[in-house]
Each structure stands twice: as C-alpha cells, then as structure tokens.
C-alpha cells in the first residue's frame, strides 16, 4: 500500500474491504475512466460490480441484509473509487443518502420495503433538495405537496438530482403547510417511488434528461418536474411531515463527509500522477523530481493530501460514535476540497504542456476537482456552519 492516506485503527474486516475495493478501482476502472469520462457514458460494467461488491448495501444493518458497517469504512471506499473515477462514487453517494435517512428517519414498514432491495442495488436511491431559484437557501424552496384525503399532490421543479434518471427512489424535500411559523416545520420529504430512464418516470412525475457538464461525467445528473404528482401518505419519510427540513439536513452532514472523502481520493490520484510523471519528465539532464521547484511543490502536494484524508477520518469516527459532528464535517469538507483543488493544479503544473492534453488523466481530474467546491454546500456555507456552531461554544458568559 502507498504511504499517504492510510487509517490507524482498522479491524481485519475492515482491510479487508478496502483491499478488495483498492483492487477493483485499480483493475476495473482506473484502465476505463478517462475513457468513458470523455464519451460521457454510464459505467454499466463497473456500477454492476460495485453490486457484486456489496458497495450498495455497505452501511445497511445486516438485518436488512447489508454489510452493517461504518461511515468511516464507508467513507474509505469512496476515497477509494473516486481516486480512481469520482463519477463513479456519486453514483452511490446519493443512494447512500437515501439509504441512511431511511435507517435513521424511516418507519419500520419503510424500511422493510427499500432497505433489503437497496442493498442489492435492486432499488436506486436519488436525493431532491434543491431547485432552480435556490441555491443555499432551503428556506426558499417552492415545490409544494397538497395534502387530498389519504394522498398529497406534488407541484413543482427539483434540479440537481444525482442518479435522477437511474434512480428508481427519490427522497424529495417539498414544502407542506403544517401551520408553523417558522418555515422550516412546514417541510416534508416524501418517498417518490419511480421506473428509471427518462421522460415520463410515474404519473405526473418528468426526467427531462441529462444536465450536460463540464466534469462529473457519466453519471446521470436531473431535473424532476412534478405536476400534479399522487403520492401516498404512508410515503412520507417517518410517517409524520414536518420533519422533513430536519431529514435533510442529517443526510447532508454525513453527505459532506461523503464529498470530503471524494475530495480526497481526486487529491490522492492528482499526487499518485503528480510524482510518477516528475520522475519520469527530465528538463536540463535530470528529472523534474530533482528539481528543487517541483520537489517542494510535491512535499506540499502530499501534506495537503494526508492532512485532508485525517481530517475526513476524524469526522467519519465522530459520527460512528454519536457525537455530533456538524463542525467536524464541514471543516473536512471544506478543507479536503479546496486542498483537492489545489493538489490538482499543482499536479497540472507538473504535467506542463501535456496536462492540457485529453490524452493525460490529469485534465479528467481538473474538471472534476471543480465539483468538490460546490457540492455538499460551498465553502462559504461550511464557513457559515463552523463559525456559527463556534460562537456558541465559546460564547462569553
């Protein structure tokens, strides 16, 4: 194993997992990525394999027929797949959203019906936050659910469901009255059952197609236009709405430890190509690598790394432990991906002149490195989140 990202602490379980991941990216997608990134085609193949592996049902309670781990053995396997094709791992962050909401938030008649087919993969999980005229402001949200004697009928448009066309589930956030005054208790979200593809999915309920991007390719990112959508009451997430905002919000928590992990494993492989390419390229009778320039660039390029991926791990574990964590997650956050960033352009510069060139996996990176930015919440918000959360601990009395 490489000497950066590695994770003290690890039960034989647990390397064990991440070995057979570490394989599979190495064997089944790194050789293909760049490929399929650039003709902007699903990975069939490797979202099969992920099945095989068990990636889908990773944190799904063994009674429900998953594997019943971790977020941070969770978290490591993302690390893992998007180093070698972070497309790849959106295609199961928004299931994995989803799955987790349901475990924590879901009734036991719910959980019974997606769960075990979730963890097979059967059932594809797509997550419905936000809309065209709201970016951060969740208080702003206007798709709206009309309660109609034992249903609700959904209006409105979603924007940026990842897997919105191969989903076969969308958790949906839509606003409900429920007589509060604050705007966020009068939020509810809703299991919108679906048949994947594109067009008309469920009555009422329109995929339009593809949002065409600048990285981030493969995987199918949405819109969702709702007119007139019947859905029934026994679908909203925990049987009870008014909660929904309060959902959400536990499902984007762990989601930023998701994207910190992505960010990682973008920054990790940025490296990897960073120093084999250094010693590889001579200029002046020696190896770049020799040169005291890139030299400090790459010492600067792997700090950056390890100090991403530790500070990942450390608020995966505070989840696992039930502390909460919502600080910890948007430092990771935060910092993992503007150090990706960062990490990617520095192994750009070494790349020099080829680096611009497709045929290099590092231009494949750099427009992905771009995502990490806004997923999850900008900087700026994890910013808001952190500072906020900090006031109130060191308030003066």
């Not at 490591?76 to 070698?84: K, T």
């Not at 001579?282 to 005291?292: D, L, R, S, V, Y």
């Given at each position: 194993?490489?000497?950066l ?20 990216v190495?064997?089944k ?34 009674e429900y ?8 053995t ?18 199961i ?33 797509a997550f419905s936050?936000?809309e ?17 004697g ?10 940026w ?5 191969s ?11 429920e007589g ?8 509810t ?5 679906k048949?994947?593809?594109?067009g ?46 309060y959902?959400?919000?536990d ?16 920054a ?19 190896p ?9 660039r ?44 960062e ?11 080829y680096?611009?060139s497709?045929?290099?996996e ?36």
């Amino acid at each position: 194993m490489p000497r950066l990202c590695q994770t003290e602490g690890l039960t034989e379980d647990q390397t064990e997992i991440l070995k057979a991941v570490r394989q599979f990216v190495d064997e089944k997608i790194i050789p293909v990525a760049t490929e399929l990134e650039h003709k902007d085609e699903y990975p069939t193949e490797i979202v099969e394999g992920l099945k095989e592996l068990g990636i889908f049902g990773l944190m799904i309670p063994e009674e429900y027929d998953g594997l019943g781990e971790s977020l941070l053995t969770y978290a490591l396997c993302v690390e893992e797949i998007a180093r070698g094709w972070m497309s790849v791992s959106g295609v199961i962050n928004t299931h994995f959203i989803v799955a987790y909401m349901l475990m924590h938030h879901g009734t036991e008649e719910q959980k019974q019906k997606y769960l075990p087919r979730m963890a097979t993969g059967e059932v594809r999980g797509a997550f419905s936050m936000s809309e065209p005229g709201l970016g951060s402001d969740v208080s702003a949200i206007s798709t709206k659910a009309v309660r109609d004697g034992d249903d609700y009928v959904i209006n409105g448009q979603k924007m940026w469901l990842t897997n919105g066309g191969s989903s076969t589930l969308i958790a949906v956030l839509t606003k409900t009255d429920e007589g509060a005054e604050t705007p966020y208790k009068n939020m509810t979200t809703f299991l919108v059952e679906k048949e994947p593809g594109f067009g008309e999915t469920a009555p009422g309920l329109t995929i339009p197609g593809r949002i065409d991007k600048m990285g981030y390719k493969g995987v199918d990112t949405t819109e969702a236009i709702f007119e007139n959508h019947r859905v029934s009451a026994d679908q909203v997430l925990g049987g009870e709405p008014g909660k929904g905002f309060y959902q959400m919000m536990d499902g984007v928590e762990v989601g930023r430890v998701n994207v910190a992990a992505r960010a990682c494993g973008i920054a990790n492989r940025a490296f990897e190509l960073g120093v084999a390419y250094a010693q590889q390229r001579e200029t002046f009778g020696k190896p770049i690598a020799e040169h005291q320039a890139v030299l400090f660039r790459l010492a600067e390029m792997a700090t950056k790394v390890e100090t991403a991926h530790t500070m990942m791990v450390k608020a995966a574990r505070m989840k696992d432990s039930g502390q909460r964590m919502d600080v910890e997650a948007g430092m990771a956050k935060m910092l993992a991906s503007e150090y990706c960033n960062e990490v990617v352009e520095a192994s750009f510069r070494i790349h020099g002149g080829y680096g611009y060139s497709k045929e290099y996996e590092i231009e494949r990176l750099y427009r992905e490195s771009a995502f990490m930015l806004i997923g999850e919440g900008t900087s700026d918000i994890q910013k808001m989140i952190i500072g906020r959360s900090l006031l109130k601990d060191y308030k003066l009395r």
